[in-house]
């Protein structure tokens, strides 16, 4: 399946510890493609794991993980304007 994930860390209650977390867990599983924007082919299992470990991280007063899922990247569209971050001539 493929997923995009994109998550809000609030500064509150020791907010940068847990964005760095968040941010390490879901480099794990997804590719990075802008700030706290992942995306990427997960098998359904491993898209259980990540959000068990998402969840465990973060504050759910302060805190929101979105992720949007389709059977495959052919079946989103997707328009960028400006700089392409994932070009991996910025890497």
């Given at each position: 399946m493929y997923v995009i994930l994109v998550y809000d860390i609030s500064i509150e209650d020791k907010g940068q510890k847990r964005w760095r977390k968040i941010f390490k867990i879901c480099k794990q599983y997804l590719n990075?493609?802008?700030?706290?924007?992942?995306?990427?082919?997960i098998l359904e299992s491993d898209l259980f794991v990540l959000k068990e470990k998402l969840e465990a991280e973060i504050n759910k007063e302060y805190d929101s993980v979105i992720v949007f899922k389709s059977r495959n990247e052919k079946w989103l569209n997707k328009d960028i304007i400006g700089l392409r971050i994932d070009d991996p001539q910025f890497i």
């Open positions: 990075h493609i802008q700030n706290s924007v992942f995306e990427g082919e």
